[in-house]
């Protein structure tokens, strides 16, 4: 495969990633991973940190679409970010200590909780409220004329964000799997909310990562790189097709597709 060709997959990836990942406001960690670890042999390491700066990107361009749109809640993305920053770095170093066998079977986990998660939670109508729904009135009007109103605590969002930072920083995906779920499930923001404010959230947790994982050398900027360039273009397309468009059907192709790496994570041989 010549440098051009590969440069231009890639790009494709990134696409695919900036699209699909900005849609579900999970920063598109979940298909860079896969590809990293399956083709090109990296450590889980290298394979989190690149992964990281794919994430930024396509969450510096899904953020400044979403800030047009007027769907960003920053007040709870700021709070997101306060635990997630430190618990992105820890993550970072854990992947030091576990092996590539543990590391696949962990992310197959993963994989296979998000998809049932985008598969059957979101059906539910869980934008109507949450358990841990009382706190703080929260109330924004897109740039359309939406009106969004509900309610959250941001202490206990402080407290989670510590967790999907350490997923951010040791999954390389952004964490956008736990606070996307938790701002939804258990807090009912709104899923136009929660989804735009997920990837603002991606910028701090990314940026946090990609630092531990650069001190550690687990960064491939050429790859990366290549993969973000795609995503920055798809990130922009996804934001415009999340607001125009119902995503239920693709949220289930997407489903199915992770559901397929993490089996085929599963099933690879271990290496000695």
Sequence with gaps: MTGVVEMLLLGLLGLAVGLVGTLLGVGGGLIVIPVLLAFYGLSPGSAA?????????????????????RRVDVGVG?????????????????????????FRMYFAIVLI????????????????????????????????????????????????????????????IGGGVVHVPVMMLLFGVPAHIATATSHFILTFTAASGIAAHAALRHVDLFIG??????????????????????????????????????INLLLQPSQN
């Excluded at 940190?49 to 749109?69: D, F, H």
């Excluded at 009007?141 to 040791?170: K, Q, T």
């Excluded at 999340?242 to 993490?262: G, K, V």
Aim: a positive charge; zero cysteines.
């Design 49 to 69: 940190g690149t992964s990281l700066v794919v994430v930024l990107i396509n969450a510096l361009s899904g953020t400044l679409a979403y800030l047009r749109q």
């Design 78 to 102: 700021l709070a997101f970010s306060t635990g997630a920053i430190p618990g992105s770095m820890v993550g970072a170093f854990a992947t030091m200590v576990v092996s590539s066998e543990s």
């Design 113 to 172: 909780s998000t998809a049932i998660y985008i598969a059957f939670a979101r059906r539910q109508g869980v934008s109507r409220g949450g358990p841990l729904r009382n706190g703080r009135r929260r109330r924004l009007v897109d740039h359309a004329g939406r009106e969004y109103e509900y309610s959250v605590n941001p202490y206990l969002i402080a407290l989670f964000s510590v967790l999907s930072g350490f997923v951010a920083g040791f999954f390389g």
């Design 225 to 262: 790189g290549a993969i973000a360039s795609g995503a920055l273009v798809g990130a922009q397309i996804g934001a415009k097709t999340s607001e125009r468009f119902s995503s239920r059907a693709l949220e289930l192709l997407f489903a199915a597709f992770m559901i397929f790496i993490a």
